[in-house]
């Protein structure tokens, strides 16, 4: 157990849990002294932590609509939207779309997106096409839409960070991993991502709440906007399993499912090609920049020519999309048994949030799609799994890094080169070593909950646990010790006696 005391009072990651940010804190002076006056510790003051974190939150994502404003007139000549690195769907699907004919999406066109995502264009985009057709046709109805959004997207984002706070009271300074992330300030608003993410933020907090149906509910309102949020079923089950608690996991999962049937249905039973766009699209979707397979297909051309007969296992596998797709479904597969047998297998149940990044990570780690808004799934859920400054810092270079030479391929995709195919390969090479590694740390923390600053902080307990917080079901400790994986204590469930030893004489 853990020798930290059980109060509320905000770890200070200069003064015990960061050595990172121990040690820079020597530029000013060190960490904070025993007798230092801490903010939490004045009644009546107005900028505890949490009120600063949400402050910088709503600076960065001003920061993020001033670092995009090139692009919103929709003039985007010469390349503007890569070289002012301001490009963001929202505005350029306001017109693929066909939101500014007034289409309703899925009715008049087959949206890309899940039906959430695809409801929450149409909610915005055909009353600023009826405003500027009708009312006012001197605004530009481009910028118009991709304000509102950009809005409602950082007021989504604003409440992740809510979430974050609430689930870490004792911690509030993780917030700030967040919330002053670089990938915040420019991707916040590339897609509709926060959709998905505020929905999944929400779900957790329910199910922290001890509310597991309505946490099932955002859960699969997160699932219909991007499909990612139902994968935190995933880790659910396995703590489900640890603690023998079933019933919180179903009723998550029926939450879940009701809730993504009950918003899918009026799509896919009135309009059910348009409904079944999104799913033929990523069956069909060739392999996407950055990704493993696009590495990989680099890689075969430096040893083969890549015409018939003379392929790499890579190439192939880019001209053979339905095999690429099964292998990539097995390999995440794969990765979900390995989480599995961690999750039942380790010293102590891991968090929640340790297992749900290391899922939806594996997910991104081995798919033949990763766009660079992605990253904004891996941020809340790295901060609540390992909030450690270090790590986190060197992902986020490597990301930015990414998106710098992704831009750099999309000017050079219309013509002359910017940069060698060689280094945009290696920005991607160094973002997947990156997730990776941050993937191996998570892991080592759950085979080691020792290292755990989470942990420390609450008493050696997981604080978003919610319903299935307790000790192991007697079978997972059976099974951990048949393994050879710890002996049992006083208070757990007793081994048979071994016979007693012979002695020959």
């Known amino acids: 157990m853990s ?29 904070l002294g025993s007798h230092a006056t801490r903010p939490d510790a004045r009644p009546g ?101 991709y304000n509102l959004n950009a809005l409602i997207l950082s007021l989504l984002a604003v409440a992740t960070v809510a979430v974050i706070l609430a689930l870490r009271r004792r911690r509030p300074w993780d917030a700030a991993i967040f919330a002053l992330s670089p990938i915040l300030l420019v991707t916040a608003t590339v897609n509709w991502d926060f959709l998905a993410i505020g929905f999944a933020a929400i779900g957790l907090y329910l199910w922290v709440r001890r509310q597991p149906v309505w946490a099932g509910v955002f859960l699969g309102l997160g699932a219909a906007a991007k499909l990612w949020p139902l994968f935190i079923l995933g880790p659910l089950l396995v703590l489900a399993l640890r603690s023998g608690r079933i019933r919180p996991f179903v009723s998550a999962a029926a939450g879940t499912v009701i809730t993504w049937v009950v918003v899918n249905f009026p799509v896919y039973y009135w309009h059910h090609e348009a409904w079944l766009r999104f799913f033929r699209l990523n069956s069909t979707r060739p392999v996407d920049w950055g990704t493993l397979w696009y590495i990989g297909r680099y890689l075969d051309g430096k040893w083969k020519s890549g015409s018939a007969g003379d392929q790499g296992p ?66 809340p859920l790295i901060v609540l799994a390992r909030p450690k400054w ?96 710890g002996r049992p204590t006083l208070g757990e469930v007793a081994l048979p006696p071994e016979p007693p030893a012979v002695i020959k004489v």
């Open 390 to 485: 270090g790590a986190v810092i060197a992902w986020t270079v490597a990301e930015i890094g990414y998106f710098t030479a992704f831009y750099a391929e999309l000017i050079g995709a219309g013509g002359k080169a910017v940069i060698p195919e060689g280094t945009f390969v290696l920005a991607s090479t160094l973002r997947l070593i990156t997730v990776a590694i941050l993937c191996g740390l998570v892991i080592r923390e759950i085979w080691r909950p020792e290292l755990d600053v989470v942990r420390q902080s609450y008493d050696d307990r997981d604080p978003d646990a919610g319903l299935l917080d307790g000790p192991d079901a007697s079978w997972v400790q059976r099974l951990r010790w048949s393994l050879g994986y």
């Open 3 to 31: 020798t930290q005391p059980s109060t509320d009072r905000p770890d200070v990651p200069s003064a015990t849990s960061d050595g990172f940010v121990r040690g820079l804190s020597q530029f000013i002076g060190g960490p």
């Open 314 to 379: 890579f190439q192939w596998l880019a001209d053979h999309i339905p095999t690429l797709n099964t292998l990539t479904y097995a390999l995440f597969g794969l990765g979900c048994v390995f989480l599995v047998a961690l999750g039942l297998l380790a010293p102590k149940p891991p968090r929640l949030s340790q297992l749900a990044f290391l899922v939806v990570a594996f997910f991104l780690i081995f798919s033949k799609v990763w766009s660079q808004q992605y990253v904004l799934w891996l941020l």
């Open 45 to 145: 003051r107005f900028w505890t932590a949490p009120r600063f974190v949400l402050a910088l939150t709503c600076l960065i994502l001003a920061l993020s609509w001033v670092q995009k404003s090139p692009c919103v007139t929709g003039e985007w000549q010469n390349n503007v939207q890569y070289t002012r690195f301001c490009y963001t769907d929202v505005l350029a699907l306001y017109y693929a779309e066909g939101l500014n004919d007034g289409q309703v999406p899925y009715v008049d066109h087959e949206v890309e997106y899940p039906v959430v995502t695809g409801y929450f264009m149409g909610a915005l985009g055909l009353p600023v096409h009826w405003y500027g057709t009708e009312k006012n046709t001197s605004i530009n109805q481009g910028t118009w839409f």
